[in-house]
């Protein structure tokens, strides 16, 4: 259960990292206002950025909150599809992921 809460701290911390820089990337987009047409074109290029990674944040934070919740509910580290114990080290690197590596296919 150790590993659990080592896991909990660090899905955490990251959870914490990407709201941090998902408000930064909102106060950037409500910042882009210019009246002039090729800044307004280059704004627009830069946002459609800031936008996906917007969008991949927010994927991000979806599956670190539903990873959370399978380890309050004693659920974190079996597939949620076929309920095989999830690797080592593929937690070490996804470790919100709800798929053992045969299911994740």
């Not at 701290?9 to 990407?18: C, G, I, K, N, V």
């Not at 459609?48 to 959370?68: D, F, P, T, Y």
């Amino acid at each position: 259960m150790a590993m659990y809460s080592t896991r909990k701290a660090q899905l955490e911390a990251r959870l914490r990292d990407l709201r941090g820089r998902l408000a930064g990337i909102e106060a950037e987009l409500d910042s882009h206002q210019s009246a002039d047409w090729e800044e307004l074109a280059t704004e627009r290029e830069g946002d459609e950025v800031l936008e996906g990674m917007g969008l991949s944040g927010q994927q991000e934070i979806r599956m670190i909150e539903a990873a959370l919740q399978r380890i309050v509910a004693g659920e974190y580290g079996h597939c949620v599809k076929c309920g095989a114990e999830i690797g080592e080290a593929r937690l070490d690197v996804l470790p919100y992921t709800p798929f053992c590596r045969n299911c994740a296919v």
